[in-house]
């Protein structure tokens, strides 16, 4: 079964600097995508930045990246110069393949972790 | 289009009734997924189609639960005597491609 890890609860970041936000991940298919979500209080699931499981290069965007070791199992989240916009829970998710070996399957989410920027 | 629209967006109801969710995919997506969120955790998949063809259903979608989309469209997603343990927030996705567009949720207290 697919899982997704992130191992911490609350992180906090001065706000200019940069933040690593963790997450692993465990699966047998040896396809798939990686996603990360920003949830603000008011709910909403704002897509930040993927990355496919055969993509070679890290994906980047804007202030987002993603820090990708596949041997390791982990698919970090960087936000450099952090806003304070940025306060806000954080979800790494994984695609699977979908029901009947189609592509695009649902998503499976770790526990999130909640970013506190400071000023 | 403006997205994925859910209604309502909140819904309070007594233990026991019925409620049902309204989520309005955009329009040339084929796929939408439902999704609980509890208070503190990630959301959890319930279901999801593919045009009209309900594809997969969570073992979490307990025979209370049901959804349905029955032109390839909108999608209703209706819980049957509902208890304290329904209180959450339901996400609903679409999707066409790669990525997944979110809708606002409905939160749901049981009281």
Not at chain 1, 54 to 69: H, I, K, M, V, W
Not at chain 2, 50 to 64: G, M, T, V, Y
Request: aromatic content about 12%; some cysteine; hydrophobic content about 30%.
């Amino acid at each position: 079964a697919q899982k997704i890890t992130q191992t911490q609860p609350g992180m906090f970041v001065q706000e200019k600097e940069a933040v690593t936000l963790d997450c692993t991940y465990d699966t047998s298919d040896q396809s798939y995508g990686l996603f990360w979500y920003k949830q603000p209080s008011s709910g909403e699931m704002i897509f930040l930045i993927y990355q496919g499981s055969y993509d070679e290069q890290n994906a980047t965007e804007g202030r987002y990246s993603l820090n990708f070791q596949k041997a390791r199992k982990s698919a970090n989240l960087v936000i450099s110069a952090s806003q304070l916009g940025d306060s806000a829970m954080y979800f790494c998710a994984m695609r699977e393949v979908g029901a009947g070996g189609t592509s695009y399957g649902k998503l499976t989410f770790g526990q999130g972790t909640i970013l506190t920027v400071h000023p | 289009d403006t997205g994925v629209s859910q209604d309502p967006r909140h819904k309070i109801t007594k233990r026991g009734q019925n409620v049902t969710f309204r989520c309005d995919p955009i329009s040339e997506h084929n796929r939408l997924y439902w999704y609980r969120q509890t208070l503190g955790q990630g959301p959890e998949f319930l279901t999801y189609f593919q045009n009209e063809a309900q594809l997969e259903k969570s073992r979490l979608l307990s025979d209370r639960f049901s959804a349905e989309r029955p032109k390839g469209s909108f999608s209703t997603l209706e819980i049957q005597r509902t208890e304290q343990g329904d209180s959450a927030m339901y996400l609903c996705a679409s999707s066409l491609g790669l990525g997944y567009t979110f809708g606002s949720g409905t939160r749901l207290t049981v009281v």
